[in-house]
């Protein structure tokens, strides 16, 4: 399987910078990991939409994976009871 590329929202810096450091790193790291596998355990599709997500700790990582081009595009970063309002 190919490597995807990540691509980040500005507005997930903005999100980042919220969270304390120690589970930023945790976050970025399970980022890392969509790279080779989008659709890895625990990946959810959201009903509705073209998003996906997945859970690390108490955070979502809210996701859109653009498969003709091989990029996921990170859309949004966030406390699980704030993650799903306005994407």
């Known amino acids: 399987m190919a490597k995807y590329k ?3 929202k500005k507005s997930v810096a903005t999100d980042l910078r919220s969270i304390p450091n120690q589970d930023v790193s945790r976050i970025l790291n399970r980022i890392d990991g969509l790279a080779e596998d ?3 355990d625990g990946c959810i ?3 509705g939409q073209a998003l996906y997500r997945v ?3 108490i955070y979502r990582i809210i996701y859109e994976i653009k498969e003709e ?3 996921i595009q990170i859309v949004k970063v966030g406390h699980r009871s704030s993650a ?3 994407n």
């Open 69 to 71: 081009i091989l990029v």
């Open 38 to 40: 989008p659709l890895a």
């Open 45 to 47: 599709k959201l009903s």
């Open 84 to 86: 799903y309002k306005n």
């Open 55 to 57: 859970r690390q700790g």
């Open 6 to 8: 990540i691509t980040f």
